[in-house]
C-alpha cells in the first residue's frame, strides 16, 4: 500500500475507536472510509476515517491543521454555526507502526433529505418553500464566505434538509461535505498533489480550467441551483456540452417561474441572478447581495437600481406635524391669486405584458424574461412541434422596453416580419415572429 493511504484498512461493525462504537459502515469514497457510529455519551454521529492522505503523506500535517482552522472559523461565526452541520471531534491516532490516521466526527442527520430529493420531487414543496430554500442557501454560503472559506464543491446534495414542522419551510437547511473546502488566501496543503473537489455540471467556468475556486465561485454554482429551484430546471439543458457553455456563459438564462411577495423588481431580481452565471467571477454579485435580491433589500447592483425595494428594517422617526400656516388675508377688492398650471401630464407607461397570439387566436401572456419553443405552442398546430426548437426565442425587458433575441441552440432561424433576428432588438407591436425566412410557426406579438 502507498504511503500516500493511512493504511488502507476500512473500520468494520462494532470496532471501537477513541470509544466510539461503529454502527453500520458505508462504502468507501475516493479520500475516506465513512460510517455510522455511537459516540461514547450514547449519540449517533457521522463518523469517517481518511485514507488520503495517509500518514506518511507529504501533505497529512498540513490538511490536518487546515480542518482544524476551518472547523475553528465555522464554530466562531454564529450564523455559520447554525446553517452547518456540526464539527464535533477531529483526531488523530497511530497504527501499523508510526503510521497515522485522521479522523472527524460529524452530527447523524437522518430522517430529511437534500436539495436533490426537493428537486426529484417538484409537487411535494409549494413555491414558498422553493423561495425559502433559495434564500437560506444564499444565508448559508454569505456565513461560510464572511468566515472566509470557500466550500468549492456545492450542489444539491450538500444541502441537507432536516425536518422541522414548526417553521414556515418545514426543514432547517444545512451546508454539508465541507473536509475539502478552501480557506480564502491560504493555499490548500493538497495544492499540487490533489486537484480542487467539484462536481461535473455544478462546476464554475474558473474551476473548469484548473484555477483556484473562490468565493464567486460558489456563487456560480449557486447560481445553477437557484436555476433549478426557481427556475424550473438547471440553466444547462445539454449536460454533455455544460463545459463548454459555462465557459462561453451561454447557459440559458434564469427566469423565475412566480412572482417572489417581497420583490417588487422583478427584473431587477433576474438581473442579479443572471449576474451569478457570468463566465468573468470578477462580474458576479456576492453571495451576500443575492440574498439581499432575494429579500427584495438590494437597492443597486452592477449600474442598475431596483424601482421598488423592501421597506428597511430601521426607520427614521417621523417629524413632528408641521404648524398649519396662518391664513393670509387680502386688501378689499383685490384680484384673486393666480391659480398655478396644472403639472404636465406624466409620459404614458412601457407596456406592461405582451401577449403572444396564435394562429387560431389561442393566446400565452407574457410579464417576465421568458424562453419559448415548442413546448409552450405544440397544442397549437403540428408545426410548433415539427419545426420549432425546445427554446427558440426569448422575450425579455432592457429598461422599459420589450427585446426579443433569438436562442442560440435553435437550428432554424427565427424571424420578426420576415427579416431573421441576428441579435436582440426591441419589439413591434402587432409584428409577425415565425421560424425562417418562409414564415413557418406565425404568432403575433401584441403589446399591452
Keep these: 500500500m502507498s504511503a500516500e493511504f493511512s493504511s488502507g484498512i476500512r473500520f468494520k461493525q462494532d470496532d471501537q475507536i477513541k470509544g466510539y462504537r461503529i454502527l453500520k459502515e458505508f462504502d468507501p469514497g475516493a479520500f475516506a472510509f465513512p460510517g455510522k457510529a455511537q459516540s461514547p455519551d450514547g449519540r449517533v454521529v457521522f463518523f469517517k476515517k481518511y485514507k488520503r492522505p495517509g500518514g506518511a503523506s507529504e501533505w497529512y500535517q498540513g490538511f490536518v491543521d487546515y480542518q482544524q482552522e476551518l472547523k475553528r472559523r465555522i464554530q466562531a461565526d454564529d450564523a455559520a454555526r447554525k446553517l452547518c452541520y456540526e464539527f464535533i471531534e ?19 442527520v437522518e430522517g430529511g ?57 418545514k426543514y432547517k437547511l444545512r451546508v454539508i461535505d465541507m473536509d475539502f473546502s478552501l480557506i480564502e488566501a491560504k493555499a490548500a496543503p493538497w495544492n499540487g498533489f490533489e486537484g480542487y473537489v467539484g462536481t461535473p455540471g455544478y462546476m464554475s467556468p474558473e474551476h473548469l480550467t484548473g484555477r483556484v475556486p473562490s468565493k464567486p465561485s460558489d456563487v456560480f454554482t449557486c447560481g445553477l441551483i437557484i436555476g433549478e429551484l426557481l427556475s424550473g430546471g438547471h440553466p444547462c439543458a445539454d449536460m454533455a456540452a455544460y463545459d463548454e457553455l459555462a465557459k462561453n456563459g451561454a447557459l440559458r438564462p434564469i427566469v423565475v417561474q412566480r412572482d417572489i411577495a417581497e420583490v417588487r423588481d422583478s427584473g431587477f431580481l433576474h438581473h442579479v441572478l443572471n449576474g451569478m452565471l457570468r463566465p468573468e467571477a470578477t462580474k458576479r454579485p456576492t453571495a451576500e447581495q443575492v440574498l439581499r435580491a432575494l429579500n427584495g433589500q438590494l437597492v443597486e447592483w452592477d449600474g442598475r437600481r431596483a424601482e421598488v425595494t423592501a421597506t428597511p428594517a430601521v426607520l427614521a422617526p417621523p417629524a413632528p406635524p408641521a404648524r398649519p400656516a396662518p391664513p393670509r388675508t387680502l386688501p378689499p377688492h383685490s384680484p384673486p391669486p393666480p391659480v398655478a398650471p396644472p403639472p404636465p ?21 407574457v410579464n417576465l424574461d421568458t424562453r419559448f419553443g415548442r413546448n409552450q405552442f405544440r397544442t397549437w398546430s403540428a408545426d410548433f412541434e415539427r419545426f420549432m426548437a425546445t427554446e427558440q426565442f426569448r422575450l ?49 406579438l401584441r403589446l399591452t
Design 90 to 108: 477531529f483526531f488523530e491516532r497511530k497504527q501499523h507502526g508510526n503510521r497515522r490516521a485522521f479522523y472527524q466526527v460529524f452530527e447523524w
Design 345 to 365: 401630464a406624466a409620459p404614458a407607461p412601457a407596456a406592461g405584458v405582451i401577449d403572444i397570439v396564435g394562429p387560431s387566436g389561442q393566446s400565452i401572456t
Design 113 to 169: 433529505t437534500d436539495l436533490r430529493g426537493v428537486l426529484q420531487n417538484p409537487a411535494g414543496y409549494d413555491w414558498s418553500q422553493r423561495v425559502i430554500f433559495a434564500r437560506v442557501m444564499m444565508a448559508g454560503i454569505n456565513a461560510i464566505h464572511r468566515a472566509g472559506i470557500i466550500h468549492t464543491d456545492l450542489k444539491p446534495e450538500n444541502f441537507y434538509l432536516l425536518p422541522e414542522p414548526s417553521i414556515a419551510a
Design 396 to 444: 425579455f425587458r432592457s429598461g422599459s422596453t420589450w427585446m426579443i433575441e433569438h436562442c442560440a441552440g435553435a437550428p432554424n432561424a427565427t424571424s420578426m416580419d420576415g427579416v431573421p433576428v441576428t441579435s436582440a432588438i426591441p419589439i413591434r407591436s402587432g409584428a409577425t415572429i415565425a421560424v425562417g425566412r418562409t414564415g413557418k410557426c406565425p404568432v403575433t
